[in-house]
């Protein structure tokens, strides 16, 4: 074999593109594929094994008898060729019989054969087969003969995935191996679905593996990586990369790193030196790598080749010109939408009626992603780690939020328990459509306000669909995170007229922007802000709009102007002391009076209302009721608070409960100060929507919820089955009691009492 790696691979793939493109039968050319390899390795036996029916079987030959050709057959694990499929690892052995995992098998007639070599044909990381050599001279094979083995199994993989060779998806050797296609996540959305993995950055599909103009590759790589280290050294503080901050910084540093690594450009360049084209290329010095990682175990750096994976991706979508992501280029129907992360904006560019769920391997509760995708009803499973590299575009995959689990590629037993649960589901779903219209009272005649918290344009609609008495929470800055730029205030206004109109008679509680902290503004980030250690404790919500008030007037006057002829609910997030309640009312009112002197159409009165967040406001509610037309208590903000736990951090997520005696006894003392002022007070956190933990505020004596759409109707028919003073003694004693079980007391009275708890 010639001394340069680089050249004797080129000149195997020269003479294996001729083969390919012979107008012969696919077996004749893997015939002709094993003679050319062990020629110019100078191997007596060449050999091609594919999976097939998921079984290893002799495809081709050239040293072992004919005979053996599609008899040949070894279950995953099975041997030397079962091993090297099912880790995807090259072997390179001077002794094939002394390794513990040889399997003789006698209808080949290996025994003259002492060295062994085999790399895995690889296809998105799976196996499709094997390619080995054998050699009467027990000698390992060198580094150069490998890597020309593998440069070969690559090209080869393309040739046996077009003629559909061996089985496509199903071989998933590895995941079967560890019986992994049940996994685990972070509950973001809750709700249920069935559909096909579509990746949102679509995976490249690689036409073209050998180069007919080497020099050209050359250059293609070399412009793909300059327009790659444009776009990370760009990302910093675009809207692209999300906007959470911390984490994201890091892998950011990472791409970096990456892009910029010389080492990487010079392997894409060697090995388009041995006559690869430029994705090839890239593909390969990727298997490579993959390679090299699957077999050292540290968590770091499986996180650092996540990072690499994603760059080498975006490097050939840049080199291919594949550059849309799924919504881009159309998404299929039942679609459940695959990525590492995702920005709001990106999700709002998905077609709903196609969009079933997404799987994200990143991803949290607060992060805008899932308050979009909340909004928008499609249920999201957060950081289900390396799911990207578990599944394949177009794999059924089965979610199920509520018991967090996503079933990949099931089995039809799965898939038809799955159907059962998911119609069970929709009936109910239907059951709650059927109450829209039944009011919202307990069995001793307490009504209960039931709103929805809302966000986007569309979201008035659910009001009609879950019956619904009004929209308790207008997160407005939905529209500012989901814009590249500041929207204008006429842009706002139209956006708080449409959501008004659409909601006809029933109140719409605008809550002024919550932004800043984690939910930074790319546009405003550069000149505004500086890098917070704790950004939800930081300068957010009322606290940046005070200081910049600018943001604020524009707000105020949007508001008052699409309200003009209605009463205006206008709502301040994250109020800590009643100064800050003060000062963003008079902002408010100082507009209303100018637009009066404009002899402008007002609204026919404002009501004004104060977001209970912050613990410390709950020790001035004297102070702060007098001057308040209503209270809302965020009970998502309050609790993580209250406990010092950050809520969105997994690991905390299930460690306090919402009906803990430290958050029920401090609702409580709210609540009471409130009856006591008169003033009407609600709950628009997370909390209410669950049916246990809406009875418990409503036991506390709550009147008002504002919840999320989907959790209206089970919400509903919890209220209408209870007794709401039997239910009010019994959160009394259970609260005097100290009880430490809440959660399992209530539960119990619920189901003595028969109360529909869902
Ligand atoms: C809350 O904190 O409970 C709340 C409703 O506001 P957000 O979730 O938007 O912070
Ligand atoms: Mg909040």
Not at 100 to 110: I, K, L, V
Not at 117 to 139: D, N, S
Not at 617 to 629: G, K, N, Q, S
Request: hydrophobic share 45%.
């Amino acid at each position: 074999m010639s001394s340069s790696p680089a050249a004797a691979a080129r000149q195997i793939l020269i003479s294996l593109q001729e083969v390919m493109a012979s107008r012969t039968s696919a077996q004749a050319k893997l015939n002709k594929v094993v003679e050319i390899i062990g020629e110019s390795l100078s191997s007596e036996v060449c050999s091609i094994y594919l999976v097939r029916d998921g079984v290893l079987e002799l495809f081709a030959t050239r040293g072992l008898k004919q005979e053996a050709v599609h008899v040949t057959r070894m279950s995953k694990g099975e041997g030397l060729v079962g091993l090297i499929a099912t880790n995807v690892e090259t072997l390179n052995l001077d002794e094939a019989a002394s390794h513990p995992d040889f399997s003789y098998r006698p209808e080949t007639g290996e025994d003259r054969f002492h060295s062994f070599a085999g790399v895995p044909i690889v296809r998105r990381e799976r196996a499709l087969g094997v390619l080995c050599v054998q050699h009467v001279e027990p000698r390992k094979y060198e580094e150069v003969e490998i890597e020309a083995l593998q440069t070969v199994a690559m090209v080869l993989s393309e040739l046996i995935a077009n003629a559909e060779l061996a089985d496509e998806g199903a071989t998933d050797m590895r995941v079967q191996e560890t019986g992994a296609n049940v996994m685990n996540g972070l509950q973001l959305v809750m709700g249920m679905a069935r559909g096909h993995v579509v990746f949102h950055q679509p995976r490249i599909h690689i036409e073209h593996t050998v180069a007919e103009d080497t020099e050209a590759e050359r250059q293609r790589v070399i412009s793909a990586f300059g327009k790659m280290r444009e776009q990370i050294d760009r990302m910093t503080g675009t809207a692209e990369f999300g906007v959470d901050g911390g984490e994201h910084q890091e892998v950011l540093e990472t791409y970096k790193m990456f892009a910029y690594d010389e080492g990487w450009t010079r392997r894409i360049n060697e090995a388009i030196d041995s006559g690869l084209t430029a994705e090839a290329a890239i593909e390969r010095v990727q298997q490579r790598t993959r390679m090299r990682m699957r077999q050292i175990d540290d968590p770091l750096l499986q996180d650092r080749m996540h990072d690499l994976e994603d760059l080498a991706n975006r490097l050939l979508r840049i080199v291919s010109g594949q550059l849309g992501t799924a919504a881009q280029l159309g998404l299929r129907q039942d679609a459940i939408l695959i990525a590492r992360n995702l920005g709001p904006a990106e999700l709002l560019e998905y077609d709903r009626r196609r969009l079933k769920g997404v799987i994200l391997e990143e991803g949290s509760l607060t992060a805008h992603v899932t308050i979009v995708a909340r909004a928008m009803g499609v249920p999201v499973l957060g950081r289900v780690r390396d799911i990207r590299h578990r599944v394949n575009e177009g794999d059924l995959i089965l979610m199920d939020v509520g018991s967090n689990v996503v079933l990949i590629r099931p089995t039809p037993d799965m898939d038809e328990a799955f159907e059962n649960r998911l119609t069970i589901n929709q009936k109910r779903r239907a059951e709650f459509t059927a109450m829209r219209d039944l009011p919202s009272v307990t069995q001793d005649g307490a009504r209960v306000e039931l709103m929805v918290n809302a966000g986007l344009r569309d979201d008035a609609q659910a009001l009609d669909l879950v019956g619904a008495d009004g929209i308790g929470l207008f997160r407005t800055e939905f529209q500012f995170l989901v814009s590249a730029t500041l929207p204008q205030r006429e842009k706002q206004q139209r956006l708080y007229k449409d959501v008004l109109d659409a909601a006809g008679d029933r109140p719409v509680i605008f809550r002024t922007v919550d932004i800043g902290g984690d939910k930074a503004l790319p546009y405003m980030r550069q000149d505004e802000e500086e890098e917070e250690d704790n950004p939800a404790m930081g300068w957010r919500a009322l606290r940046l709009a005070l200081d910049r008030d600018g943001l604020m007037k524009a707000q105020a006057r949007a508001l008052l102007e699409a309200a003009a002829g209605k009463i205006l609910h206008v709502m301040f997030p994250m109020v800590s002391e009643p100064w800050e309640y003060e000062e963003a009312r008079a902002l408010v009112e100082k507009q209303r009076a100018w637009l009066a002197g404009q002899k402008k159409k007002l609204p026919v009165a404002v009501r004004y209302g104060a977001m209970l967040e912050v613990p410390a406001l709950a020790e001035v509610l004297d102070l702060l009721l007098p001057r308040v037309d209503f209270l809302s208590i965020g009970t998502n903000d309050l609790t993580q608070f209250l406990f010092a736990a950050d809520r969105s951090n997994p690991r905390l997520a299930e460690r306090y409960d919402w009906l803990s005696i430290a958050i029920l006894r401090f609702l409580d003392r709210v609540i009471r100060a409130c009856e006591a002022h008169g003033v009407p007070v609600g709950v628009c956190g997370e909390m209410g929507g669950r049916t246990l933990e809406a009875m418990a505020l409503v036991g506390l004596g709550i009147r008002r919820l504002s919840i999320t759409p989907a959790s209206v109707g089970p919400v509903k028919a919890m209220i209408r089955s209870v007794d709401a003073g039997a239910l009010q003694t019994e959160m009394r004693a259970l609260l005097d009691s100290g009880a430490t079980d809440i959660r399992g007391q209530l539960t119990q009275w619920a189901e003595a009492q028969g109360i529909e708890l869902n």
